[in-house]
């Protein structure tokens, strides 16, 4: 299977990202991470390509590593239509204080909008 | 997250204090109390979480299952703010705050002391849930002015909360409350109410 991982900058996105990777591993589907424009989030578009390399070196995994300029969202659902892709992978959403479950706008765009399966990773 | 949302720039309330009884829109008596600990109610809430019908869950709470309740309700119970209503000594109704910070607060704190943060220097979630033979009977205002109020005598003064878009009942009266929608918006609606 061809999948797509939107990854942004934040904490849940690593964790999706290596989540990600295992389930590449243990069932041999191609993998493109794209990683998204977010100015707000932790950490930049630059230390999360370091990032994604670090946590793939270790692994026989060939996987392209695409950085996407413009509104994460829809550069993302944009990315996926133009490939062909069968399914598109981002992060599940976070937990409030309370334990109650929040899914971000970008999530709710991709889901929206999406042309293939969406997976969301908790 | 802490810090950015955005709070209505007018104080709302007084709201009233627990202890209070009253009558519901179908004559039962209810009683509202803010118990000093939430050790001493905890079974109770369980077992009000446990009848709740999972069809009117939000975001995932309440979880389903007497353990993974209590499971839930122990992780947050430490620092947070309760008031609950009950109806021939059942619970039937349960509010809560649950502070923002990864250091908890200093109940006993005033404020910006040396000590930590106090409760007005930190945000509070609030979620509230009635049992659903109880519900459209007024017991959710009461409920949730009760809440306030006891928030209000403890220090707090920034509470927010998240409510599924399409649930507009629970947003009216939100806003019915003084709580204003903030800029986040998805599936949930984001609101937040200042408190005097």
């Known amino acids: ?122 | 997250m802490s810090g950015t949302r955005v709070y209505p720039d007018e104080p709302s309330g007084p709201f009233p204090s627990p202890p209070s009884t009253f009558e519901d829109g179908e004559g039962r008596t209810i009683e509202v109390r803010a118990p000093d600990s939430f050790e001493e109610v905890i079974d109770d809430v369980v077992e009000m979480y446990d009848a709740f019908d999972p069809t009117d869950r939000a975001q995932g709470i309440p979880p389903t299952g007497e353990e993974r309740i209590r499971g839930w309700l122990e992780t947050i119970a430490d620092e947070s703010i309760n008031v609950v209503a009950r109806h021939d000594g059942n619970v039937v109704g349960h509010a809560m705050l649950v502070p923002d910070a990864d250091d908890p607060p200093s109940m006993d704190g005033e404020g910006d002391d040396a000590d930590g943060p106090g409760p007005g220097d930190i945000e509070w979630e609030l979620a509230i849930f009635v049992l659903q033979e109880y519900q459209r009977a007024g017991i959710g205002t009461v409920l949730l002015e009760q809440l306030l109020g006891h928030a209000s005598d403890v220090g707090i003064t920034r509470v927010w909360l998240t409510v599924e878009r399409w649930n507009k009942p629970a947003i009216a009266l939100y806003k019915r409350v003084g709580f204003e929608t903030t800029g986040g918006e998805s599936f949930e609606q984001e609101m937040a109410i200042l408190l005097d």
Do not use: C, H, W
Not at chain 1, 93 to 112: A, D, N, Y
């Open chain 1, 1 to 122: 299977m061809d999948v797509l991982m939107g990854l942004g900058g934040s904490d849940e996105s690593i964790k999706t990202l290596r989540r990600t990777i295992e389930r590449t591993r243990e069932v041999d589907d191609d993998l493109t991470v794209a990683i998204l424009e977010k100015p707000e989030s932790k950490r930049s578009q630059e230390e999360m390509r370091e990032q994604a390399e670090e946590l793939l070196d270790g692994t026989d995994i060939d996987a392209d590593i695409v950085e996407l300029e413009g509104d994460p969202g829809s550069a993302l659902v944009d990315y996926a239509e133009q490939g062909e892709f069968d399914q598109l992978v981002i992060g599940g959403g976070t937990l409030s204080p309370m334990g109650k479950i929040q899914l971000g706008p970008i999530t709710e765009f991709v889901l929206l909008n999406a042309p293939t399966t969406v997976k969301l990773v908790r």
